[in-house]
Structure formats: C-alpha cells, structure tokens
C-alpha cells in the first residue's frame, strides 16, 4: 500500500514524537508521503534521526530504517521550518492526567498551537490527534485561526487515533475505522488526501464534526475500560461465592453479542490512556452538567482499583498474613505485555503497596525495568525470572507476558523460598502449578479447584 507522488499529495508534519507521534510519522513516511517529525526533546529527534526509535514497539525500529531509507522523513526542532513545510499539521502530543484534578492537562496541545500559529504563512490543516475533552477543538480552532497569519485559511480538524501499544504498526496501517472531524468540506478532502491509501484499501471513515469526533475517542475507551471493570466485578462475586470468573468469562464469550475481548478478568487495566481518559471523561461531564450520564465511570475507576488491593490481599494470604520481611517476586512492571511502557501500571502499582506494606519485592520484566526503576527507584529489580524468585515466599505474576506463561513451575520450585504463587492475570493453569507442589491463587477463582 502506497501512494503514487501527485500534486495533490499533502505535505505532512508531526508534532510531538512520543509513541502516538512517532508511529504516524513513520508509518505515513513509509505510505509514500513526505513527512516532517518535530519535537521540542533534542535527544529524542537525534534519536530517531539516528533510527533509534526510543521506546518499545515490535517492528517499528525496521519501520523506521524504511522510511528513513526512503528519504521521506527528517526530524527537526524548528517550528518556523515545520509550518513552512506542512500542508497538513498532525498534533500528537500527550494529555495526562492533571496533578490535582481528574481532568486532562492540554497545555502541550495549547502550547504545539500558540509556536505554530504565528508562522502559519499559508493555507493549511491543522489536524489534533491528541485525546482531548469536548469542546476543546471547537476553542482552539479560534484561537489558531486569530494568531494565524494566514487567518481563516488556517482551520483544525480532529482525527482521533485508537492504536495499541504493541500494535501500533498495524493499527496505524490498517486501523478498524477513522474518524475526521472537520468544519469544512476543503478540511474533509484535505484529509481523504492525507489518508488515500486507506481509505483506497477500504478503512471504513466516519466525517463528524469536531465534537463528535472528540467524543469517539473517549466513549471507546470507555466502553472498552467498562467491559474490563465488569468481569473484574463479576470476579469480586465469585470470589464471595465460590465460583470461577476463568469459567463464567468464557461461557459469556460464545455470546457474540457479548465477545470474549475485554473480557479477560484479573488486576485489570493501567497504561498512559484508559485510566486518565476516563477520569478526563468524568471531569468534562460534569463540567457540562451532565456528569450524571458518566457517573458509572466512577464506578468502573473503583472496581479497577479494588483489584490492586485485592491482589495485595492475595499475596498478603499466600505469606501467611503478614507481609513484613517477606520476600516477594514480581513477575511484570509494564502496564501490558509487548510494551516498555510503566505509566499507571498496574503490576508496579501492586508492588508499590507491598513494598510499603514490608516485602521485600524483587520485580523482573522483560522490558520495563528502566522506566521502572526511575518511577520506583524503592523496588528492587533482577535481570530475569528466576533471579527475581531466588528465596521468594510468594511468587507474583502481574503483567501477562508470554515468557511467563511458559515458565515450569518444577524448574521455579527449585528456586523459590515457598511455592505459593498469585496469578493475577489468569494464565497459568491452576493443575500443573498444584501438580508441582504450588499455593495457586488467582483473581475471582477459589482457594483449591
Ligand atoms: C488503549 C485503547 O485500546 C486504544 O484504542 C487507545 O487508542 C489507547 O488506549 P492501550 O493503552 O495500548 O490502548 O492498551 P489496551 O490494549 O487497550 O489495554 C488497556 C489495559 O487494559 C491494559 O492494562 C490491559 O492489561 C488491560 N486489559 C485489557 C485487561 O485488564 N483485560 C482485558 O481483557 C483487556
């Protein structure tokens, strides 16, 4: 899939290299169309200008190299050289979670547009894929198009993104729908240019306007963080009667009005969008009147948490009660498998609290252990599984990477201090950790099968 070079190919800029950014412009380089990348972070553009892409993601670091082969794609800090350049202007920079509030802190996004805007020469889309509250696109489409030179020949549209860390080659290149939010039919064409190969290849496209497009983003990840909140509740019920979450989720799956995806119980989700979108979400709502529509999110937010500490309670039962002195390994740092990524992390928020709560917690994760160790320089780390488990009471696994679904609970057995093990994702098989002499525990699944 690739574009044939025509007068009506746009030229493209990214603004902010961070996972969303880096991906895009990457993958829109290797498209075939001629992108400009900016980032105000010098190391980060001399990194990817050297074909170091500085995160992990499967298969980007070769995505990469092709479009750097290409000659397509170059890296700047010249904000003046992006706005000559572009005819299109993708902002990709992050929205976190304010310090004080549950609503998202847009001055990246504010600040990408006041540097942009007052060397906007000529006619151009600026395009927001960040994950902002409604209404923000509306605003700022004002205020860009009154600092701009170029004036109303300057407009925003707003084409969220929805890619997966570990994913985010495909869900770039053959992503399951877009969704351009325009104020103009010249922004609708502009960006079926901006986007022909896809649409060429089928992606299905939704036109919207700006609000509706902002709000597709957060009711998706919504939807997706209530449908993990649910099974996660469903699990709570099992664990006061008896039943098994594992079993119950799978015969819901065979339903395929209700499907088995997001349907997977444990200590449930984290990373850098679904817990503070939907926060983002609450906050927005209520700001609108309308917090009452949202206010299960609340809800879903809690269950989320209630997990961690259960997962707590868990490793505290496994150790007899108390966790003081107790030797902990943890199996997963990253928020999920396939990622470096440790932001709101579930694993590491659990071994935060057991670290607090006594234990001695030794973490190992294939791939997150630096950002691990800056965010918690209190836990320690070990260069692979069995090192993390060497003397352990009680065993952890918190992020469900494939390395330790295969791990042999006779070869761990030999290691640990205990056999006791929390299996917090669901994977390992209840039997073959009994048959060898494990403690099995699990979320929403009973003491003993
Ligand atoms: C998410 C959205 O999927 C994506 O569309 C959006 O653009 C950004 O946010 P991502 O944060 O990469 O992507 O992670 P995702 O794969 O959606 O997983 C989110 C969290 O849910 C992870 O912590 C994962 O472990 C957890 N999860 C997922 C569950 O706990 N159970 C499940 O069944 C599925």
Same mark, same amino acid.
């Given at each position: 899939?690739?574009?044939?070079?025509?007068?009506?190919?746009?030229?493209?800029?990214?603004?902010?290299?961070?996972?969303?950014?880096?991906?895009?412009?990457?993958?829109?380089?290797?498209?075939?169309?001629?992108?400009?990348?900016?980032?105000?972070?010098?190391?980060?553009?001399?990194?990817?200008?050297?074909?170091?892409?500085?995160?992990?993601?499967?298969? *980007?670091?070769?995505?990469? /190299?092709?479009? @750097? &082969?290409? =000659?397509?794609?170059?890296?700047? !800090? #010249?904000? $003046?050289?992006?706005?000559?350049?572009?005819?299109?202007?993708?902002?990709?920079?992050?929205?976190?979670?304010?310090?004080?509030?549950?609503?998202?802190?847009?001055?990246?996004?504010?600040?990408?547009?006041?540097?942009?805007?007052?060397?906007?020469?000529?006619?151009?889309?600026?395009?927001?894929?960040?994950?902002?509250?409604?209404?923000?696109?509306?605003?700022?489409?004002?205020?860009?198009?009154?600092?701009?030179?170029?004036?109303?020949?300057?407009?925003?549209?707003?084409?969220?993104?929805?890619?997966?860390?570990?994913?985010?080659?495909?869900?770039?290149?053959?992503?399951?729908?877009?969704?351009?939010?325009?104020?103009?039919?010249?922004?609708?064409?502009? *960006?079926?240019?901006?986007? /022909?190969?896809? @649409? &060429?290849? =089928?992606?299905?496209?939704?036109? !919207? #306007?700006? $609000?509706?497009?902002?709000?597709?983003?957060?009711?998706?990840?919504?939807?997706?963080?209530?449908?993990?909140?649910?099974?996660?509740?469903?699990?709570?019920?099992?664990?006061?009667?008896?039943?098994?979450?594992?079993?119950?989720?799978?015969?819901?799956?065979?339903?395929?009005?209700?499907?088995?995806?997001?349907?997977?119980?444990?200590?449930?989700?984290?990373?850098?969008?679904?817990?503070?979108?939907?926060?983002?979400?609450?906050?927005?709502?209520?700001?609108?009147?309308?917090?009452?529509?949202?206010?299960?999110?609340?809800?879903?937010?809690?269950?989320?948490?209630?997990?961690?500490?259960?997962?707590?309670?868990?490793?505290?039962?496994?150790?007899?009660?108390?966790?003081?002195?107790? /030797?902990?390994?943890?199996?997963?740092?990253?928020?999920?498998?396939?990622? #470096?990524?440790?932001?709101?992390?579930?694993?590491?928020?659990?071994?935060?609290?057991?670290?607090?709560?006594?234990?001695?917690?030794?973490?190992?994760?294939?791939?997150?252990?630096?950002?691990?160790?800056?965010?918690?320089?209190?836990?320690?780390?070990?260069?692979?599984?069995?090192?993390?488990?060497?003397?352990?009471?009680?065993?952890?696994?918190?992020?469900?990477?494939?390395?330790?679904?295969?791990?042999?609970?006779?070869?761990?057995?030999?290691?640990?201090?205990?056999?006791?093990?929390?299996?917090?994702?669901?994977?390992?098989?209840?039997?073959?950790?009994?048959?060898?002499?494990?403690?099995?525990?699990?979320?929403?699944?009973?003491?003993?099968?």
């Amino acid at each position: 899939m690739s574009v044939t070079p025509t007068i009506d190919q746009p030229r493209l800029t990214v603004i902010g290299t961070g996972y969303l950014g880096a991906t895009h412009a990457i993958c829109m380089a290797v498209l075939g169309y001629e992108v400009l990348a900016l980032d105000r972070d010098h190391a980060k553009i001399e990194a990817l200008a050297a074909g170091v892409v500085p995160f992990h993601e499967p298969g *980007l670091p070769e995505m990469l /190299r092709k479009a @750097l &082969d290409s =000659g397509r794609l170059r890296f700047t !800090t #010249d904000v $003046a050289e992006v706005a000559a350049f572009g005819d299109v202007h993708f902002v990709c920079t992050g929205t976190p979670q304010l310090p004080d509030s549950l609503g998202a802190d847009l001055s990246q996004v504010e600040e990408v547009l006041r540097s942009l805007a007052p060397y906007l020469f000529r006619p151009c889309l600026v395009v927001g894929k960040s994950t902002v509250p409604v209404g923000t696109a509306a605003r700022l489409h004002g205020i860009l198009q009154a600092a701009a030179p170029c004036g109303s020949d300057v407009e925003l549209a707003w084409n969220p993104e929805f890619l997966r860390e570990g994913h985010a080659i495909e869900d770039t290149l053959h992503p399951s729908r877009l969704v351009f939010g325009v104020v103009s039919e010249r922004a609708r064409r502009l *960006l079926e240019d901006t986007f /022909r190969p896809l @649409l &060429d290849a =089928g992606v299905p496209t939704v036109v !919207t #306007d700006l $609000a509706t497009a902002e709000l597709v983003k957060v009711a998706a990840n919504s939807f997706l963080a209530t449908k993990i909140s649910f099974i996660n509740a469903m699990a709570e019920v099992c664990e006061t009667t008896g039943a098994d979450v594992s079993d119950l989720a799978s015969a819901l799956a065979y339903d395929d009005r209700i499907g088995g995806r997001f349907l997977k119980p444990g200590l449930g989700f984290g990373g850098g969008c679904l817990p503070k979108d939907i926060r983002a979400f609450i906050h927005r709502a209520e700001e609108l009147g309308t917090g009452q529509s949202v206010s299960f999110l609340r809800e879903v937010d809690a269950i989320n948490q209630r997990r961690r500490r259960r997962t707590v309670d868990l490793v505290r039962e496994q150790a007899g009660g108390d966790l003081r002195g107790v /030797r902990v390994c943890v199996l997963g740092a990253a928020f999920k498998p396939h990622s #470096d990524d440790t932001r709101d992390a579930p694993a590491l928020d659990v071994a935060a609290q057991l670290h607090a709560a006594g234990a001695h917690v030794v973490v190992f994760d294939p791939q997150a252990i630096e950002n691990a160790r800056r965010s918690h320089p209190q836990l320690e780390f070990a260069g692979t599984a069995l090192e993390a488990a060497e003397g352990a009471q009680v065993v952890a696994l918190l992020t469900e990477w494939d390395q330790f679904r295969g791990i042999d609970p006779r070869v761990l057995g030999r290691v640990v201090g205990a056999r006791a093990v929390v299996d917090a994702r669901n994977v390992l098989d209840a039997g073959t950790w009994r048959d060898a002499g494990w403690r099995y525990r699990a979320l929403g699944r009973a003491a003993a099968a």
